[in-house]
């Protein structure tokens, strides 16, 4: 596969135009992506690899640059016992205000995802909805890490809240009037407004460790 192939393939990947593209990997001129695009440049430099790797860490570097293996680095449910891979999970993460509860089992895993900077003892789920948009956009993935005590939370950090009727992601905000029984959640698109939201009504807290711009099923 030539470059401009494989360029064209992780657009369509991630769901960027040409333009958004090299905004979110850091290139300072729209005309290199193109480049590449129209075969003009017929492979990636190493400052755009390593701009690539770093913006999307799931993407397999060998392919990018030797055409070796499959374009993300994602093993397969039968081929991870013990490994320390991440699972998967067929279960979607909410960027909006709709419940579903989530269960994690064997059942739901769809694969695993082994990266140096995600914990096994991490989750890996898919995010729905456009109240995280520009930072999540609808059908990335998500990890999360369940927080079992509240002198674990950081302020300002993004988290999943499972409420009795909702589940959403956004970011923590203290609510300074009272900050020990209420706090803010706030999205990252500002057509949502911030919800005030009493502590005792969350059900489970999981933490939003790194997001991977995955938009199509494992």
Request: aromatic letters at 10%; proline letters at 3%; charged letters at 30%.
């Amino acid at each position: 596969m030539d470059t401009c192939e494989k360029l064209t393939k992780i657009l369509d990947y991630t769901g960027l135009n040409p333009a958004q593209f090299a905004s979110k990997i850091g290139v300072k001129t729209t005309q290199a992506v193109y480049d590449i695009l129209k075969c003009r440049t017929k492979t990636f430099s190493s400052a755009m690899v390593d701009k690539i790797i770093s913006c999307y860490p799931e993407i397999n570097k060998a392919w990018l640059t030797a055409d070796l293996g499959d374009m993300l680095n994602v093993v397969k449910k039968e081929d991870v016992v013990g490994t320390g891979a991440t699972p998967v999970y067929d279960i979607d993460a909410t960027c909006g205000t709709q419940y579903r509860d989530i269960i994690f089992t064997e059942d739901t895993i769809i694969g695993h995802v082994s990266l140096p900077e995600i914990s096994k003892d991490s989750c890996i789920v898919r995010a729905n909805g456009d109240s995280m948009e520009p930072k999540i956009f609808d059908g990335n993935m998500v990890v999360i890490r369940e927080i079992k005590c509240w002198q674990d939370i950081f302020y300002g950090q993004m988290y999943l809240i499972l409420l009795d009727e909702y589940r959403m992601i956004k970011y923590i905000r203290r609510y300074e009037p009272d900050e020990d029984n209420y706090i803010i959640l706030r999205s990252e698109n500002t057509k949502y407004d911030d919800i005030k939201l009493r502590k005792d009504k969350i059900r489970k807290l999981f933490i939003v460790e790194n997001i991977l711009a995955i938009r199509t099923q494992l």
